[in-house]
């Protein structure tokens, strides 16, 4: 089974800033298959990012996707006060998800 | 509008059964492959099983598998999910999504889950 890894497991930034989130995967993950998700509380998750890169539809341009292998990254560019919430990577050898990335407000 | 509903949840005792049901609305159900995800409370998200638009294919996860049977009504547009052997650790939320490509035969594999219920509690307490 492979186990994905993200981290820092909270990240806190202010409005405005850059946001890395790192997603590890134990066995490599083909970029085909690796998704990112941002869950606010008491809601469900939301897809951002497919296929490693690929912005689901209406998910804005600040959102990007990046990696290969077992290493993959969402950059948040300029951070809005919406945007603080829980993200989720997920590869799809076996669905896994990461045990996902709090950001907090700083 | 594509929309997901989820219902069936509630309290249960160790040991019991329950069934969930997640009706679909807005788009070709027939045509998607359909999972469960669930999230205890405070705790991230684990996906629990798949099942292929014709129901040819299920995958579980370990932690359900024996227990836990996925089935779908295309013609009802509906996906369920059979609990039984019910433990206090599978109290969470339970979300039905769906897959965001069209199921595209026994090749096919998913790799995203695009659409997303609003979960339905299931608690298990004596």
């Known amino acids: 089974e492979i186990v994905l890894t993200q981290s820092p497991g909270t990240l806190s930034l202010s409005p405005g800033e850059r946001a890395t989130l790192s997603c590890r995967a134990s066995?490599?993950?083909?970029?085909?298959?690796l998704a990112w998700y941002q869950q606010k509380p008491g809601q469900a998750p939301r897809l951002l990012i497919y296929?490693?890169?690929s912005r689901a539809t209406g998910i804005p341009d600040r959102f990007s996707g990046s990696g290969s292998g077992t290493e993959f990254t969402l950059t948040i560019s300029r951070l809005e006060p919406e945007d603080f919430a829980v993200y989720y990577c997920?590869?799809?050898?076996?669905?896994?998800f990461g045990q996902g990335t709090k950001l907090e407000i700083k | 509008e594509v929309q997901l509903v989820e219902s069936g949840g509630g309290l249960v005792q160790p040991g019991g059964s329950l069934r969930l049901s997640c009706a679909a609305s807005g788009f070709t159900f027939s045509s998607y492959s359909m999972n469960w995800v669930r999230q205890a409370p405070g705790k991230g998200l684990e996906w629990i099983s798949y099942?292929?638009?014709?129901?040819?294919?299920?995958y579980y996860a370990d932690s359900v598998k024996g227990r836990f049977t996925i089935s779908r009504e295309n013609a009802k547009n509906s996906l369920y999910l059979q609990m039984n052997s019910l433990r206090d650790e599978d109290t969470a939320v339970y979300y039905c999504a769906r897959d965001l490509l069209q199921y595209s035969g026994s090749y096919y594999r998913s790799n995203a889950f695009h659409i997303w219920g609003q979960g339905t509690m299931v608690t298990v307490s004596s």
């Open positions: 296929g490693a890169s």
């Open positions: 997920q590869q799809f050898s076996g669905y896994t």
């Open positions: 099942i292929s638009a014709s129901s040819s294919t299920m």
């Open positions: 066995q490599s993950v083909s970029s085909s298959y």
